[in-house]
C-alpha cells in the first residue's frame, strides 16, 4: 500500500491529531506496539494449545500409557478434528482479514479459542469434543491469518526476516513451553502428586492464558492507528493470487514438516509415560527447547534478510532431511551419542527454514490479499496435520517399526522434491544482469 493510500485511510479511520502523530512516528512505536502485541498474543495461544495438547490423549481415554488401536484411533479421529475445521474454513478467515480488518479477527479467533477451551474442561463426550475441537480449528486458523498479516504489514523489507523469525520463535517456544508444562502435569499424574480427574482445569488454565494474551494485545494497539481494510476487491483475484505457483512453492513443503509433527504431537503425551525417564526432566528438556528458539529464530531471521531467502530455506531443508535420516538410525539402533549429536545438529539447521520461508511468502503477497495469502500457510500446516495423523497411525499399524522408516523417508524425499522445484523456478525467474535479492 503507498504512502499517500495509507495516509488517508489513517485520516478516514482516526482524529487529525491521531493522525499526525502516527505520520511523525519517527521512531517507529506504534509500528513496534502492533508487532509486540502479535508476538504476545501468538504466545499466549500457542502456550494455551500446547497445554491442552499434551494431556489431550490422556483426557479423552482417562489413561496415562498403554493406549490400545482403539484408544488411539478414537484419539487420533477427535484431534483431528481441528485441523479439518481450520483447513476447510482458513481461507475464508483470510478473506474477511482482508475485507474486516487483522485486529478484529485476532481478538475474535482469540475470544472464541478462549470459550471453546472452557467448554471441553465440561465434557469427555467423544462427539462434543470432536464438534469442538472443529470450531477450534476454525478459530485457530483466524487467528494465524490476522496475525502473520500484522506482521507482513508492519515489518519493512529488508527486516521482514528478522521481525517473521521473532513471530515463529514466539509461536514455537509457545507451543514447546505450552507442552512442557502439559507433561509435567502427566508427571505429577502419574506421581500421584495429582489424579486424572484434575485435567479439566488445564483447559480452563489454556482459556485464562488465551485471555490474557487477548488483553495484552488489546492494551498494546488500542491507540495504534489502524488501515482500513480494503473492500471490494475480486474474491476470485485474490485467491488466485495466493494459489501462485511461486506461493505454493514456498508452503507445500510446510505441509510435508507437518505431517511429521501432526502423528508425533499428539501421542507423544501419552508415549513419554511409558519410558523410564521422569516426565519432570523432559519437560524440562522441552522447555529449555524453547529458549533455543526464542534466540535462534530471530538470527535465522536476520541471516535470510541479508544472504537471501532461497539460501536459508535451502540450509532447513537440509537440516529436516539429516533429522528424518538420524533419527530412523536412533530408532534402530537406540540412542547412541554419535547419532544425537548429528541429530541436534540437523535439528539446529532445520530452524533456518520457518523464518525465511514466513519472509518469502510475505515478499510473494499483495496488499490487497496478504490476509488470504498468509491463511495459504495455515491451510497447508492443518492440512498436513490431517495428513499426519492419518498416514502416520496407518503405516506404523501396517508395517511396525517399518513403518517409522517409510514415513520419515517419504517426508525427506518430498521435502528434497519440492525444494528442487522452487529453486529451479527461482533460478528460472532470475536474470543474470540483476543480482539476488533478499526475497529470493
Not at 491521531?18 to 506504534?30: I, K, M, N, R, Y
Not at 485464562?208 to 476487491?233: I, Q
Not at 537440516?319 to 530408532?331: D, E, P
Request: charged share 10%; hydrophobic share 55%.
Amino acid at each position: 500500500m503507498s504512502g499517500s493510500s495509507s495516509s488517508s485511510t489513517l485520516r478516514a479511520r482516526a482524529d487529525p491529531k491521531t493522525v499526525a502523530e502516527a505520520l511523525s512516528d519517527p521512531t517507529g512505536a506504534f509500528q513496534a506496539r502492533s508487532l509486540f502485541a502479535v508476538f504476545g498474543a501468538t504466545f499466549f495461544v500457542r502456550f494455551a494449545f500446547g497445554i491442552t495438547l499434551a494431556v489431550f490423549a490422556t483426557y479423552i481415554t482417562g489413561k496415562l500409557t498403554g493406549l490400545s488401536g482403539g484408544d488411539e484411533g478414537t484419539v487420533g479421529l477427535v484431534a483431528a478434528m481441528a485441523p479439518i475445521g481450520e483447513f476447510t474454513t482458513v481461507l475464508l478467515s483470510g478473506l474477511v482479514t482482508d475485507r474486516v480488518g487483522r485486529f478484529p479477527v485476532l481478538f475474535s479467533g482469540m475470544a472464541g479459542a478462549a470459550v471453546l477451551f472452557s467448554a471441553v474442561a465440561l465434557t469427555r463426550n467423544v462427539l462434543l469434543l470432536g464438534a469442538l475441537n472443529f470450531c477450534f480449528g476454525i478459530s485457530s486458523g483466524a487467528i494465524l491469518a490476522s496475525s502473520l498479516a500484522v506482521v507482513a504489514d508492519r515489518s519493512p523489507h529488508d527486516a521482514r526476516g528478522l521481525e517473521m523469525g521473532r513471530f515463529d520463535a514466539m509461536n514455537l517456544a509457545g507451543w514447546l513451553g505450552g507442552f512442557a508444562f502439559g507433561i509435567a502435569i502427566l508427571g505429577l499424574i502419574q506421581d500421584g502428586r495429582l489424579s486424572i480427574p484434575f485435567l479439566p482445569f488445564v483447559f480452563v488454565l489454556g482459556a485464562a492464558t488465551l485471555l490474557a494474551g487477548l488483553g495484552l494485545a488489546w492494551y498494546l494497539v488500542r491507540h495504534v492507528p489502524r488501515p482500513a481494510p480494503v473492500r471490494g476487491s475480486p474474491v476470485l483475484s485474490i485467491l488466485r493470487a495466493a494459489f501462485s505457483r511461486s506461493v505454493l512453492l514456498v508452503t507445500l513443503p510446510w505441509l510435508v514438516v507437518y505431517v511429521l509433527i501432526g502423528y508425533v504431537l499428539v501421542f507423544v503425551g501419552t508415549a513419554t509415560a511409558s519410558v523410564h525417564f521422569p516426565d519432570t526432566y523432559i519437560a524440562a528438556a522441552i522447555g529449555a527447547g524453547g529458549g533455543v528458539l526464542v534466540v535462534s529464530q530471530p538470527r535465522f531471521g536476520r541471516l535470510a534478510d541479508r544472504y537471501g531467502r532461497t539460501r536459508m530455506m535451502n540450509l532447513g531443508v537440509g537440516g529436516f532431511v539429516g533429522v528424518m535420516l538420524f533419527a530412523s538410525l536412533a530408532i534402530a539402533y537406540g540412542p547412541l551419542i554419535e547419532i544425537l549429536v548429528p541429530l541436534g545438529i540437523c535439528v539446529v539447521a532445520a530452524l533456518g527454514y520457518g523464518p525465511a520461508a514466513l519472509a518469502a511468502l510475505a515478499d510473494l503477497s499483495r496488499a490487497l490479499s496478504r490476509g488470504t495469502t498468509m491463511a495459504i500457510y495455515s491451510l497447508t500446516i492443518s492440512l498436513g496435520m490431517i495428513l499426519g495423523l492419518v498416514v502416520g497411525t496407518q503405516l506404523v499399524a501396517a508395517f511396525g517399526e517399518v513403518g517409522y522408516f517409510l514415513f520419515f523417508g517419504g517426508v525427506a524425499v518430498a521435502l528434497v522434491v519440492l525444494t528442487a522445484l522452487r529453486y529451479w523456478d527461482v533460478r528460472a525467474a532470475e536474470s543474470p544482469r540483476v543480482p539476488t535479492t533478499p526475497a529470493r
